[in-house]
């Protein structure tokens, strides 16, 4: 279990909830507290809904990391990256959650349920919590981030 990480925000819309109970059963198995923001069926719903409360939560610090999946991990990556202070992540391989973490501090992982498939997703979950940002000169890339993001 990350040190950093006690508080999990998820969310997901119906292209993410196959994989859903399997993800939140994972992590509460690996002993993370979860809000769970949705969605709670496989009807067809908007991802933007339930990706702006997920990445709230974390900017307001009652999350300290999000996850989010809905069929791509697309359209849930692009809602998250318009909330100022979250970095996501969207991430179809170990590697590339791990390197999020410790080169660009992502602090929400987004997943395509249609993409990777339950077994492939927990892996990168665990990828992800497993690893953190290294700061040294990648702190100097990710305060270029917020640079960008305060210019609107
Ligand atoms: C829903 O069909 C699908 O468009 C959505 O889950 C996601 O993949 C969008 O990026």
Do not use: W
């Not at 909830?17 to 009807?43: C, R």
């Amino acid at each position: 279990m990350e040190q950093n990480v006690k508080t999990i925000a998820f969310a997901c819309d119906h292209g993410g909830f196959l994989i859903k109970d399997a993800v939140i059963a994972h992590l509460k198995k690996k002993g993370y507290e979860v809000i769970d923001f949705g969605t709670n069926s496989s009807e067809s719903c908007d991802y933007p809904v339930y990706a702006e409360p997920c990445c709230r939560a974390v900017v307001a610090g009652q999350a300290d990391i999000g996850i989010l999946i809905c069929g791509t991990g697309i359209g849930m990556s692009i809602a998250a990256n318009k909330i100022h202070g979250i970095r996501a992540a969207c991430c179809g391989d170990t590697y590339s959650a791990a390197m999020t973490r410790c080169h660009n501090n992502a602090n929400v992982l987004c997943m395509g349920a249609r993409v990777v498939g339950e077994g492939v997703a927990l892996e990168i979950v665990d990828a992800f919590l497993a690893n953190s940002f290294v700061g040294s000169y990648h702190t100097r890339r990710v305060e270029m981030l917020a640079e960008i993001e305060k210019k609107g």
